[in-house]
């Protein structure tokens, strides 16, 4: 069922160009064919809205996600990665699974078997629903213009192919197109069609329209492949008819002024070991100052809960950066201590402002899970905290979104990148003022390359010494320092990433990663009690708190419990793997540029 | 998959423009239609302007050298398919015989013996692809028609309002008695109706009446009938606001309900 389409592109610079270009086209096939306008000619009229979430997950995992709007209803077309063919023939739209049925289709002798055109009156589309490549899920009600978390997303094909993606992000529309296609038949000797020529016209909707070249595709007919091969080649071989090499989605990105992946909560910097220290700190700072801007409209509008999250990192990364290098902001045209001090108060403002509501995202986001793992209590026992939860959050976050759109927190912002950008692009000092710490190093006059190999080498000498003072007898604080050490040690790798090695710095990594898992479950599970317990007194108090809940709330905690004395107990062999002989070398051989066990 | 077949064992009597035009109002309908013109007359493959002509031939198709999904060829219609006539269809008894030798059970002399059921078994792989199946098949009694008979859900039995054609009807019902198993419903409706001649009259309104198998819905004996096969296309296509039209939308509609009726009951 499946049409398979030759794809072509009006060349041309305007409007009037790309006219000249199909009347040319048309032309070409007339030689061969009877061309007739189908429905007098009136073109059929769409809207293509392609989705992902904002930190482009489908994109990452070369996908496409698109919802084509219907007079009634839609549908959402998942499609395979976005690549160019390599016979300059794709889809109308152009994305891969389709360039892949077009070639076959338009160059061997033996065109898909299953190939008829089903629904010539429809706009064609890059993600065919009949291309078994693409998957398609028809939606009714479903607003393209608005954010949807995947729980909105009725249950589908689509859905249970992407669900364990995207989650918890929310699916956002990345740029829509209105277009208006045209077919016209192309006719043998018989006056039967044999082939189909679809122009799609397509543009960017707003007050000022943004048209992209029109898109010119032959769509086969079940059973005539060898017109429709002619056909592509006579449409192939007019004048300013170019192969489609990219597809809509691409142009229309373009056209929008995006770029795919345009944001990730990477600390990815351009900074390079012989640039001064004092350079480099301020573009780390700034990248990160970059996500924590970049997420504040997502947080503020609770489009999911990994705006928030990103945000965290990124203020958390801040303070990190200031406490392992802060001392090289300082110096001629750098930070005062007393401004150092205020941003690093602020900072910390910001992340205690935000903690409350993501403990709360996370005791949401893993509610289903948690009620699932119960075996005494019915997960149905658990509802009135979920209830409880919710709106705790609701309260919690209008505390938070005040406080991101209070004076304090724009202030901050607006003086944070001022004093950064002026470090960043000022000359870099000679002569350092005492940092807050108290350090009088020179570290504003040091290169990034001595700055990174310094600081790196003291978060993991710190974290060893720390990690080796632990015994089993050791309180829970201790490691959850130890935790903080591992972080720091953690953020100081990925700011200096450019300058490593990329295989010995993911040698570190992975061991340290593993080590900040087994701590990580460890003090989460302990702080999960530790709130649980305070919930449900709370809760008591509110007199919303069945017996069933608590029973079922303390069954939680158990099995919390039961995890962290899991992770306590994995610890001497994290943290042994992590800071033995073998740990040394890796790290000594990444600083010294060379690739370490 | 529902397989509907036009049969009667005269010819002339409406079979190929009745499979024409309900499969085209089948695939409008929205559902996903194949049309097989098992005719080497070819003038189900003549009126959707494709060419009478498999590769092969119907001893390829028979055989299951080439697959019958080989074969198929896009209308100009959405949901619309084709499976053409071939003139060595005419050959399609001794094909479907020769088929089916050379072992099992089941002879050809038993009313629904292996070689009548060829054709199903040749369709069945069609079941996941289309949701309607048409068969034109050329007027005979034949193992060609008894394979049909054979596929078949509903056979829509095309009846000129004479006084033999209820023998016809009840000598097809007979037959179709007599099948071990698979046994289609059958659903007769008269065609070529001229409602000027008393005979027409009585007879359409006293079977319509007293026999459960025979459809309300009456087709007129129209020109606009007789003009598809110069049109090239179904009636509903270039004359749509015509009583032909509607009686042929009354068929199909009577057609609908009465599949799910005895598919319910």
């Given at each position: 069922m499946t049409p398979a389409q030759a794809g072509f592109i009006a060349g041309g610079h305007d409007e009037r160009g790309w006219d000249e270009t199909v009347a040319g086209a048309l032309e070409a096939l007339g030689t061969a064919f009877d061309v007739v306008p189908d429905r007098g000619g009136r073109p059929a009229a769409g809207r293509r809205t392609w989705l992902d979430t904002f930190d482009w997950r489908l994109h990452r995992a070369g996908l496409t996600l698109e919802y084509a709007g219907r007079p009634r209803g839609g549908e959402l077309l998942l499609s395979g990665s976005v690549a160019q063919s390599a016979s300059g023939i794709a889809g109308v739209g152009g994305n891969a699974a389709n360039a892949a049925n077009a070639a076959n289709a338009a160059n061997s002798a033996s065109a898909p078997s299953a190939a008829s055109v089903r629904n010539p009156a429809n706009p064609p589309?890059?993600?065919?629903?009949?291309?078994?490549?693409?998957?398609?899920?028809?939606?009714?009600?479903?607003?393209?213009?608005?954010?949807?978390?995947?729980?909105?997303?009725?249950?589908?094909?689509?859905?249970?192919?992407i669900g364990d993606l995207v989650a918890p992000r929310a699916l956002l529309p990345v740029v829509t197109v209105s277009n208006a296609t045209t077919t016209h038949r192309l006719l043998n000797e018989d006056g039967k069609t044999v082939a189909r020529l679809l122009i799609d016209r397509a543009s960017i909707p707003g007050p000022h329209p943004a048209p992209l070249a029109p898109r010119l595709a032959i769509t086969e007919v079940r059973g005539y492949a060898g017109d429709a091969r002619a056909a592509a080649r006579l449409l192939g071989a007019a004048p300013g008819v170019e192969p489609a090499a990219t597809s809509t989605y691409t142009e229309a990105l373009r056209a929008a002024g995006r770029r795919p992946g345009d944001y990730s909560n990477k600390v990815d910097t351009d900074i390079s070991a012989g640039r001064p220290a004092s350079q480099a700190a301020a573009t780390i700072l700034l990248r990160?100052?970059?996500?924590?801007?970049?997420?504040?409209?997502?947080?503020?509008?609770?489009?999911?809960?990994?705006?928030?999250?990103?945000?965290?990192?990124?203020?958390?990364?801040?303070?990190?950066?200031?406490?392992?290098?802060?001392?090289?902001?300082?110096?001629?045209?750098?930070?005062?201590?007393?401004?150092?001090?205020?941003?690093?108060?602020?900072?910390?403002?910001?992340?205690?402002?935000?903690?409350?509501?993501?403990?709360?995202?996370?005791?949401?986001?893993?509610?289903?899970?948690?009620?699932?793992?119960?075996?005494?209590?019915?997960?149905?026992?658990?509802?009135?905290?979920?209830?409880?939860?919710?709106?705790?959050?609701?309260?919690?976050?209008?505390?938070?979104?005040?406080?991101?759109k209070s004076a304090r927190f724009t202030g901050l912002t607006r003086d944070w990148r001022d004093r950064l950008t002026t470090i960043r692009d000022g000359n870099p000092g000679t002569r350092a003022a005492p940092a807050r710490s108290g350090r009088t190093q020179q570290a504003a006059g040091e290169t990034t390359g001595t700055l990174a190999m310094e600081r790196t080498h003291g978060a993991f000498a710190k974290t060893v010494r720390r990690g080796a003072a632990i015994t089993p007898e050791s309180p829970a604080e201790t490691l959850h320092d130890l935790r903080k050490r591992a972080k720091e040690l953690r953020y100081a790798l990925e700011f200096f990433a450019p300058l490593h090695d990329r295989a010995a710095q993911a040698k570190v990594v992975g061991e340290l990663k593993r080590l900040q898992d087994c701590l990580g479950e460890f003090q989460d599970t302990e702080v999960q009690v530790g709130e649980i317990r305070a919930l449900a007194t709370a809760m008591l108090a509110a007199g919303e708190a069945p017996a069933v809940t608590l029973l079922a709330m303390g069954e939680v905690t158990a099995g919390l419990a039961l995890r962290q004395r899991a992770a306590r107990e994995d610890f001497g062999r994290r943290f042994a793997a992590f800071a033995g002989i073998d740990g040394q070398r890796r790290i000594s051989a990444l600083l010294r540029g060379k690739p370490g066990r | 998959m529902r397989i509907y077949a036009t049969y009667n064992i005269k010819g002339g009597v409406g079979k190929t423009t009745t499979a024409v035009n309900l499969a085209f109002l089948a695939a409008e309908s929205g559902l996903r239609t194949v049309l097989w013109d098992l005719d080497p007359q070819g003038a189900a493959s003549f009126m959707f302007r494709v060419k009478p002509k498999v590769k092969g031939g119907g001893k390829a198709l028979i055989r299951g050298k080439r697959p019958l999904d080989d074969a198929i060829k896009g209308t100009d219609f959405d949901n619309l398919d084709l499976?053409?006539?071939?003139?060595?269809?005419?050959?399609?008894?001794?094909?479907?015989?020769?088929?089916?030798?050379?072992?099992?059970?089941?002879?050809?002399?038993?009313?629904?013996?292996?070689?009548?059921?060829?054709?199903?078994?040749?369709?069945?792989?069609?079941?996941?692809?289309?949701?309607?199946v048409f068969l034109d098949c050329p007027p005979s009694v034949s193992l060609v028609s008894e394979n049909v008979l054979q596929a078949a859900d509903v056979i829509l039995v095309p009846l000129i309002p004479t006084t033999l054609s209820v023998r016809t009807l009840e000598q097809l019902a007979a037959f179709v008695g007599e099948f071990n198993g698979h046994r289609p419903e059958l659903l007769a409706f008269f065609s070529m109706v001229d409602r000027r001649k008393k005979l027409h009259r009585e007879i359409t309104e006293k079977l319509s009446v007293e026999r459960t198998e025979v459809a309300r819905t009456v087709i007129p004996a129209l020109s606009v009938i007789e003009t598809m096969s110069v049109e090239r296309a179904p009636v509903a296509v270039f004359a749509p606001n015509t009583a032909a039209t509607r009686a042929y939308r009354g068929l199909w509609t009577e057609l609908r309900a009465f599949g799910e009726e005895r598919s319910t009951s």
């Open positions: 589309t890059p993600a065919n629903p009949a291309d078994p490549a693409v998957i398609s899920q028809p939606l009714i009600g479903w607003q393209a213009a608005r954010p949807h978390l995947m729980c909105e997303l009725p249950d589908g094909p689509v859905a249970s192919r990160l100052l970059d996500t924590i801007e970049a997420n504040i409209p997502g947080v503020l509008a609770d489009t999911d809960t990994e705006f928030l999250h990103d945000l965290r990192v990124s203020v958390r990364r801040s303070r990190s950066a200031l406490k392992l290098f802060g001392d090289a902001l300082t110096g001629r045209d750098g930070l005062t201590e007393d401004e150092a001090g205020r941003f690093a108060a602020d900072l910390k403002w910001v992340g205690d402002l935000t903690t409350p509501t993501r403990d709360l995202d996370v005791h949401l986001l893993d509610f289903d899970d948690t009620a699932r793992s119960l075996s005494a209590a019915k997960p149905d026992d658990l509802e009135p905290f979920r209830v409880y939860l919710e709106q705790r959050r609701r309260r919690e976050f209008r505390t938070l979104t005040r406080g991101l | 499976i053409p006539a071939d003139f060595t269809y005419r050959n399609m008894d001794l094909l479907l015989e020769a088929a089916s030798s050379g072992g099992g059970s089941g002879g050809g002399d038993v009313p629904g013996g292996k070689p009548a059921r060829k054709l199903a078994k040749l369709l069945a792989p069609l079941a996941d692809e289309y949701d309607a």
